[in-house]
């Protein structure tokens, strides 16, 4: 039997579901209220990276997804700027050593093999790190990808197997009939589907509220900075050990003595520009840049590369990450609502666990097996 499934949201986990969907044989329609990739996955970095996953269900997710990344290239015949780079957290202060040290011991029980590494090593391994870091974390199996050609290709590829795509559409409401969802409401027209899919990333809860349905995604900003192309310097992923800090704080409700969440993480895209973050916020929808925030980010910058003192700074922008109070993206059925599905709050993993939680969509919509607990993503859980 072939499934009728409407994709609500064209970023990387929409077109990504909707790619694995037409794979699985449904007939799909993806529709996307502006443009491929133009919400967070338009706004984001490239790290795919592992090392510092909590063991458990993410890690297991984030693995799957990094060997679909391996032949995603292949399959879909695109140039991805797929590369496993591997990946560095560097450490500044004894309280973020002690830190490291628990994180490493902690990944290293659960098999990934990352390694402590002294400050030498680390300027050794990627030249221009500042002689004042006393550590860095080191891991070879992570890896970056573009996302703005990770979801285009994902869509083209869905559209070449027949998938029917509708940009600049929003959806402007699920329809029901007897709690089940029969299809979506755009400006235009009513369309009707066996099921629906929502991967509207931090837009997720808006779709629900008139049906009393609670989804707790709420954005978490975070700025990225851009630099004037230069030559190829960096040859890994690197985040510090406050970048880390700062996503694994849960603390959207009450008062934080670090409003900004300032960490470090540079990567350096194919055509030389340098990405530069970032910040993490809760500032409701706000895109705006925060000048404060702009120089923090450079500073940590130039204190962990002193040589980019002199680089110049061409734009910064700001996305919305889909942050869920318990870290964990929310993948499965509403409960009370058939038919309706959720692929979203990855907050910041999206990149990297975008094949994979498009493949567990697809398996799941069309009732086949994908081999993984997915129960601990369904929304129940909160
Ligand atoms: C600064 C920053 C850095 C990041 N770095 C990384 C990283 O290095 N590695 C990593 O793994 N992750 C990273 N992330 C996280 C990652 O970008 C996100 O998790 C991911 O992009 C979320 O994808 P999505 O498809 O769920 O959401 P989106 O990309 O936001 O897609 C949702 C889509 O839904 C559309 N939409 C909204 N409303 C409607 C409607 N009514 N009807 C139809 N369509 C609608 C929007 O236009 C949008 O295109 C970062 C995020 C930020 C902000």
Redesign the pocket.
Same mark, same amino acid.
Do not use: F, N, Y
């Given at each position: 039997m072939s499934y009728k499934v409407v994709v609500?949201?064209?970023?990387?986990? +929409?077109?990504?579901t909707a790619y694995y969907l037409t794979k699985s044989g449904a007939e799909v329609t993806l529709?996307?209220? $502006?443009?491929?990739?133009?919400?967070?996955? +338009? %706004?984001?970095?490239?790290?795919?990276?592992l090392q510092s996953k909590k063991p458990g269900p993410t890690l297991d997710l984030a693995i799957e997804s990094i060997a679909l990344y391996k032949e995603l290239e292949a399959e879909l015949e695109t140039e991805l700027e797929y590369r496993k780079s591997g990946g560095m957290i560097i450490i500044e202060t004894p309280e973020e050593m002690a830190a490291m040290e628990h994180m490493v011991e902690r990944q290293q029980k659960a098999g990934i093999d990352v390694k402590l590494i002294t400050g030498k090593e680390a300027q050794e391994r990627q030249p221009g790190l500042s002689k004042d870091l006393i550590g860095s974390t080191w891991w070879e199996e992570d890896a970056?990808v573009n996302?703005l050609k990770v979801?285009f290709a994902m869509a083209n590829a869905a559209k070449s197997r027949g998938a029917k795509i509708k940009l600049g559409?929003?959806? $402007?409401r699920l329809l029901t009939e007897n709690n089940r969802v029969i299809g979506?409401e755009?400006p235009t027209e009513k369309i009707y589907a066996d099921a629906v899919v929502v991967?509207?990333?931090?837009?997720?809860p $808006?779709?629900f509220e008139p049906f009393g349905v609670d989804v707790p995604i709420i954005p978490?900003?975070?700025?990225?900075l851009v630099s004037e192309r230069m030559p190829s310097f960096l040859h890994t992923?690197i985040l510090s050990a406050a970048y880390i800090a700062n996503k694994l704080k849960r603390n959207h409700q009450s008062e934080d003595p670090d409003p900004f969440g300032v960490g470090l993480?540079i990567?350096q895209t194919h055509s030389g520009s340098l990405l530069i973050?970032?910040?993490r916020q809760f500032t409701g929808y706000n895109t705006e840049t925060n000048p404060e925030v702009i120089r923090k980010i450079g500073e940590a910058a130039v204190r962990a590369f002193p040589l980019l003192a002199k680089a110049r700074i061409i734009r910064a922008f700001?996305?919305?990450?889909?942050y869920t109070p318990d870290g964990m993206?929310i993948l499965g059925p509403v409960e009370g609502m058939d038919g309706v599905y959720i %692929?979203?709050?990855?907050?910041?993993?999206?990149? %990297?666990?975008?094949p994979i939680s498009g493949k567990i969509m697809a398996h799941m919509v069309c009732g086949e097996n994908s081999g993984m607990d997915i129960n601990t993503f369904s929304l129940s859980r909160f």
């Open positions: 609500a949201g064209g970023g990387l986990i +929409g077109a990504s529709i996307e209220s $502006k443009d491929i990739a133009s919400g967070t996955s +338009g %706004a984001c970095d490239r790290a795919i990276m970056e996302p979801s559409t929003p959806v $402007k979506v755009t991967a509207m990333g931090v837009w997720t $808006k779709l978490r900003q975070g700025h990225i992923g993480a990567g973050g970032g910040s700001t996305g919305l990450r889909p993206p %692929a979203a709050g990855h907050e910041g993993d999206g990149v %990297a666990l975008a």
